[in-house]
């Protein structure tokens, strides 16, 4: 399914360039929903304590997937 990424969530699980790879993702924080930019922090996994994050960008308009 996909949502807008305005409509992004803590806690969601989406797919997206980690690592130079598509991968599931899950959403830590939102650091900024803004105008321009919508940046999240992600990690790998179910658990943040095991996993390493990054910092994802998106378009506000854009559309991004969800995992199941």
């Known amino acids: 399914m996909k949502i807008q990424a305005l409509d992004i969530r803590v ?24 105008q321009t930019n919508i940046t999240l922090s992600v990690f790998i996994g179910d658990r943040y304590r095991y996993a390493a994050s990054r910092i994802v960008r998106f378009r506000p ?7 199941n």
């Open 61 to 67: 308009d854009a559309f991004v997937e969800l995992a």
């Open 11 to 34: 806690g969601d699980r989406i797919v997206a360039y980690f690592n130079t790879k598509m991968q599931v993702c899950t959403v830590q924080y939102i650091l900024d929903s803004g």
